[in-house]
């Protein structure tokens, strides 16, 4: 009975380089979500999709940052040239219907060194 | 603006000590509100939804409430294991879509033996 699975736990990248995040949601969820929280602050919210549609994307920052739920395979949270203010936990959750609870995953913590 | 706030940020409690955390929001017509846990290095964990004023939910020694303007969770005699960050979230209005969670800051419990 596994739940939301995101990969990697940790992640370490320098300035300039790509970080990719993946999100695996629980069985039978369709509904994709990516929160972002900072050292010190709350989940924000960034990205609602649904497989092979973005439905909300405003939380995202209109640069660098992408996200993508595919119709085979994990939702994919794509941050290029990253910078030290990108160093946060990222987690993705899922539901099955847009308006049921939320069920995340344990996150991914992204260093920027 | 949407708006959630949590208090207090922190509490302490001796165990079986009985205690409430307040959660106050401000949103134009609910469509339900989620409590969730949270441990160190990890994602939250849902808890509860509730949808009306006046209705309430009941797990272990946690039990959720719910007026017009805010939510209380109450911890009768908690257990050190009870001891996690415990957040609360709506969903945002303002798109007509429920996939947007706006998140408290938290109330960190603490509970000694």
């Known amino acids: 009975n596994a739940g939301v699975m995101q990969n990697p736990r940790h992640l370490v990248r320098r300035r300039g380089q790509e970080a990719r995040l993946r999100c695996s949601p629980m069985k039978g969820h369709s509904h994709v979500y990516w929160y972002r929280q900072l050292p010190e602050e709350g989940l924000k919210f960034m990205v609602y999709?649904?497989?092979?549609?973005?439905?909300?994307e405003s939380g995202m920052p209109k640069e660098r940052f992408s996200a993508e739920f595919p119709k085979e395979g994990p939702s994919i949270l794509r941050i290029q040239q990253v910078v030290r203010g990108d160093s946060a936990a990222y987690f993705c959750a899922s539901s099955r219907q847009g308006n049921q609870p939320q069920h995340f995953g344990d996150g991914t913590r992204l260093s920027i060194l | 603006e949407d708006q959630v706030t949590q208090s207090p940020e922190a509490l302490r409690l001796q165990e079986g000590e009985s205690s409430s955390l307040n959660c106050s929001y401000t949103?134009?017509?609910?469509?339900?509100l989620f409590w969730y846990r949270q441990d160190p290095g990890k994602g939250p964990e849902f808890l509860f939804t509730?949808?009306?004023a006046g209705e309430e939910k009941e797990k272990e020694r946690l039990k959720a409430t719910i007026t017009k303007k805010e939510s209380f969770l109450h911890i009768t005699a908690p257990k050190p294991e009870d001891s996690a960050t415990y957040l609360c979230a709506v969903p945002f209005d303002g798109s007509g879509n429920t996939g947007k969670l706006i998140f408290g800051q938290g109330t960190t419990l603490q509970v000694k033996p």
């Open positions: 999709l649904q497989k092979e549609n973005i439905i909300d």
């Open positions: 949103v134009s017509g609910l469509r339900g």
């Open positions: 509730l949808y009306s």
